[in-house]
DNA sequence: GCCGATAAGGCAAGATATTGATGAATCACC
DNA sequence: GGTGATTCATCAATATCTTGCCTTATCGGC
């Protein structure tokens, strides 16, 4: 990796170099995104596994926690869109956790019948709340050592790759 | 948010409120996450779907071609910390991609007999190298948007992020 | 030469993730 | 009222990914 006549280049940048460390870094990143990702996974599961739930229903029943759709529930096609899943996975996803008791398919109340909005239930809601306390935990641990600044910087950065990445799934996966 | 205990000092920001704020962004980052890591493995493995190829075995193919491990190979153990996977996923990676030819296990020439060094057979670094023209693709079309300047940025926001989950693994996990 | 530690593989269970094909109920439109 | 599109579910195949436990081979120290 030389990047060497990099600071002092009064002219054009050689396009060549530029490309490859561009490659370099792009390389890094996306290694770096994969590794996080796997260690997420790994220490989030771990987090709250006396729960025993997983990243996955942690980010499905964190998704219907929201004040703004608490009571209403979400859409599986909601649900698919905000945490970009496929939907023959979130169905399994979501089957666990109506097994568990944590999550109810209800028709919807207004007019489409084809919904079927997936809420919370009280049993849902409370294990949620003690899930809270250790996901608040896992949160000020992993970011112990970012500043609230650095924390918006990695989330935008972060919201415009996954923007990026599903422009590239195709025009309709937005 | 509510901002409740409000009635402190005006000079001292409000803990309550800074505390919420840092959950609410630590939140929305990891979902970001999350969702970016979901959508690399889905459109990666589209980018290198015609060699029969996914993520997890472009990473492991990637790891082996670096110019400093490309002869000599890497042992289990070193590409398990290098991709921070388990031991038992990578070694079914690892058998696919050696029923696949791209691969093969053979004893460290040197000293430690117990070690297995992992290394790109010819087939499987001509497949890099044709991988490569698809992946080079890849990087420019998620990057698109981002400077070389932001690309750093988001790689060591990244780097910092997978070590301190990697401590959360375990003092050994580093 | 014995023995604990290390490196790797085998086997099992369970959750997550993709694509593809199929089917059923419902809606919107004509 | 029929038709096509939309929403959700199901079955199947395949690949990741984790944990846990057991086995084999080898290394290093005593």
Sequence with gaps: MNHLAKDRAPETPPMRDD????????????????QASNLMHKTGTRAVSRFGATTQQWAVLGALSR???????M????????????RQNLTAVLDRL????????VRAADGDGRLRHV??????DRVWSE?????????EDALADFSTEECV???RLLDR????LSRMTGPEGE
Excluded: C, W
Aim: glycine residues 6%; proline residues 3%; charged residues 25%.
């Design 67 to 73: 004040p703004a759709v608490r009571d209403r529930g």
């Design 19 to 34: 490309a490859a460390a561009r490659f370099d870094i792009a390389n890094r990143l996306f290694l770096r995104l994969y």
């Design 119 to 124: 809420r919370l239930t009280p049993a849902g």
């Design 153 to 155: 910087q990695l989330f």
């Design 98 to 105: 109506e097994g568990a008791g944590l999550v109810e398919r």
């Design 161 to 164: 790759l996954r923007h990026a």
């Design 131 to 139: 899930m809270l306390v250790n996901i608040r935990r896992y949160y």
């Design 75 to 86: 859409a599986v096609k909601e649900l698919i869109a905000f945490l970009m899943v496929s």
